[in-house]
C-alpha cells in the first residue's frame, strides 16, 4: 500500500511538473479559468474541488509522504530574461523561495505578484522603486531588508534567453516518474533489521558502521546529495573517477563506475567468487555478503570485506 502511494505521488507530480512548463497549452488555459491563478500557481479551489485536485496542489508540500516538500526542494526556476518568474514566489535564487526565505517581507510587499523582469527594471537594489511596503518597518525588519538586497544582486538578465525549470532530481533530463519514484523510496525506506544487525560488525571500526548506516540512506556527500543542498552547481556533478559524463550518485561511485569498479573485479578474483553484480547499495551488500553456496560461516567475512571496500573508495 505504501508503495502504491508513492507511485501515485510520482503520477501527480509529473502534471505538476507540466504545469510549471506547459501554461501556453489549452488544458493550462481552462485549468486557469476553473481555479484561478496566483503567484504562477493554480488555487486549490477549497471545498469545491475535487480531492484528487486538492492532493494534486498539495503535491509541492510533499503531501502523504515523510520526504518533506519533495517537489518544491527539487525544483529550480532557471532565470533568463526574467519574464514569467516570479520574484516571491518562484525558487530562483538563494535555494528557497524569496517568500519562505522572508515570510514576514512577503506578508508586507505590496508588490506580491511581480515578475523577476519588472522588479529588475523598476529597481531592486537598495532604495531602488522595486521595493514597496504596506507600512513602515521595525528595526529587525531593516536587517531582512538588507539581506535581501544582497541575494538579486550579482543576477543579470539577459532577454533573449527563455527561463526554464530544472528537476534537481535528474538535472541532465526533466521530470520522469520512474526516477521520481526511486527517489521517493528510497528518503522514505529505513535500513531493514537485517542490515542494521550486520553493519554493527564486532571487528569493524565504530566509524566504519557509522559511514555504512548513511550509505544505506543515501546521506553520503555524493555530488547528486550536494547538488540538491546548493553546495555544488549542476555543471559539477560528473563522477570523480572520470568515466565520462554519468551523475556521481552513490550507486554509480560505488559500483558502476569504470574506475572504482575495478575494486570488486579484484576482490572477487582474490575471493575466487564470480556473480552479476546488482546495481542498488543494499541488495549490493546482501549479495556479497550473504554469498549463496558459501558456507554461514563465511558471511561476517564478506560484510567485513564489504564495508572495507566502500569505506576505501
Request: charged share 25%; glycine share 10%.
Amino acid at each position: 500500500m505504501r508503495r502504491l502511494c508513492e507511485f501515485n505521488v510520482s503520477l501527480l507530480g509529473k502534471w505538476c511538473w507540466r504545469m510549471l512548463g506547459e501554461k501556453d497549452r489549452l488544458w493550462y488555459r481552462v485549468l486557469k479559468a476553473r481555479y484561478g491563478e496566483e503567484g504562477g500557481r493554480f488555487k486549490e479551489g477549497g471545498r469545491e474541488s475535487s480531492s484528487r485536485w486538492r492532493m494534486m496542489c498539495g503535491i509541492r508540500n510533499g503531501v502523504g509522504l515523510r520526504v518533506g516538500s519533495w517537489f518544491e526542494d527539487n525544483v529550480r526556476r532557471v532565470v533568463g530574461g526574467g519574464g514569467e518568474t516570479y520574484f516571491w514566489t518562484d525558487n530562483w535564487v538563494g535555494g528557497v523561495p524569496l517568500r519562505v526565505r522572508f515570510p514576514r517581507l512577503f506578508e508586507l510587499a505590496e508588490n506580491k505578484w511581480e515578475t523577476v523582469e519588472d522588479m529588475e527594471r523598476r529597481g531592486w537594489e537598495e532604495g531602488g522603486e522595486a521595493w514597496g511596503w504596506r507600512r513602515c518597518l521595525h528595526a529587525w525588519e531593516e536587517e531582512s531588508v538588507t539581506e535581501c538586497y544582497i541575494l538579486p544582486h550579482d543576477v543579470v538578465l539577459q532577454a533573449h534567453v527563455p527561463n526554464r525549470w530544472r528537476w534537481l532530481i535528474d538535472p541532465a533530463h526533466d521530470y520522469s516518474v520512474k526516477g521520481t519514484y526511486q527517489y521517493l523510496t528510497m528518503a522514505d525506506e529505513p535500513p531493514g533489521r537485517e542490515l542494521v544487525a550486520d553493519v554493527w560488525h564486532k571487528q569493524a571500526p565504530l566509524k566504519v558502521s557509522l559511514f555504512a548506516c548513511r550509505l544505506f540512506q543515501n546521506r553520503l556527500p555524493t555530488k547528486d546529495n550536494l547538488l540538491r543542498r546548493q553546495v555544488l552547481h549542476s555543471d559539477n556533478i560528473a563522477c570523480v573517477g572520470g568515466c565520462g559524463w554519468s551523475i556521481e550518485t552513490v550507486e554509480h561511485l560505488l559500483f558502476g563506475c569504470e574506475f572504482f569498479g575495478r575494486v570488486w573485479t579484484q576482490v572477487l578474483l582474490w575471493l575466487g567468487l564470480s556473480y552479476v553484480s546488482p546495481e542498488g547499495c543494499r541488495d549490493h551488500y546482501l549479495q556479497f555478503g550473504h554469498m549463496a553456496g558459501l558456507p554461514h560461516s563465511s558471511h561476517s567475512f564478506l560484510q567485513l570485506i564489504w564495508m572495507a571496500c566502500v569505506w576505501t573508495i
